[in-house]
């Protein structure tokens, strides 16, 4: 069965510096792995998403996610973080093999301080 | 191009009574969802739609919970009668077809307090 952890519950971070939020991910065949982020009161906001190819992928907002298939992670990063950025963050998985379900990590809140 | 619309944005009720929930895919997305998803977790799905035909409902709790897309646009769930347990958020997502590489977009959600 698919399964999504992000390991972090809360990611702090101070403005100006490098943000990672983990994710590794569990599935039987080739996964398609996607990053999304909630503003209070708000749904889900896509940033990216790996199919194929490149194992860095960029998105929205300055964000970019890496792709490791022998570590079965998807790390969002940016390289140098907003208050702005201060959110939930969730990452997702879909086998691309036996399921069109998408899972859902329980998700890691980021807090970047001025 | 306009997002996936929901409504009502919030709804507080008593436990035992009925609510409907509605979603307005984006325009020309065939494959529609609606997501529970409790605080503090992330959103699991409870049904899928390929245009008005049921992909997979697994996760419904259907003595409880019904949806329906009529003419494979527009969505409304149902919960009748509600429990204290289904205080969530409601979250429904389109996307272009139900591909693994189609990407899912959310619209605002619905927020449920059942008292």
Do not use: M
Not at chain 2, 43 to 68: C, H, M, T, Y
Not at chain 2, 93 to 105: F, I, V
């Amino acid at each position: 069965a698919q399964s999504v952890a992000q390991p972090e519950d809360q990611v702090n971070v101070a403005e100006g510096n490098p943000l990672t939020v983990k994710c590794t991910y569990s599935v039987s065949g080739n996964p398609y792995l996607f990053w999304y982020v909630q503003y209070p009161n708000r749904g889900l906001q896509f940033l990216l998403k790996y199919i194929t190819g490149d194992n860095l992928v960029k998105g929205s907002y300055g964000f970019e996610a890496e792709f490791n298939k022998s570590q079965t992670s998807f790390h969002l990063k940016k390289p140098s973080a907003l208050v702005s950025d201060s959110a939930l963050y969730f990452c997702a998985v879909r086998d691309g093999v036996s399921s069109y379900k998408l899972i859902f990590g329980s998700g890691t809140r980021l807090l970047v301080r001025p | 191009e306009a997002g996936v619309a929901q409504s009502p944005r919030y709804k507080i009720i008593e436990k035992r009574q009925s609510v409907a929930f509605w979603c307005n895919p984006i325009s020309g997305h065939a494959t529609l969802y609606w997501y529970q998803q409790i605080l503090g977790q992330g959103p699991k799905l409870l049904i899928q739609f390929q245009n008005n035909g049921v992909v997979d409902d697994s996760q419904l709790p259907k003595d409880r919970f019904s949806a329906e897309r009529l003419k494979g646009v527009d969505s409304t769930l149902k919960i009748q009668p509600a429990k204290l347990e289904d205080s969530a958020v409601y979250l429904c997502a389109s996307s272009l077809d139900q591909a693994g590489a189609d990407t899912q977009y959310f619209g605002p959600g619905t927020r449920l307090t059942v008292l």
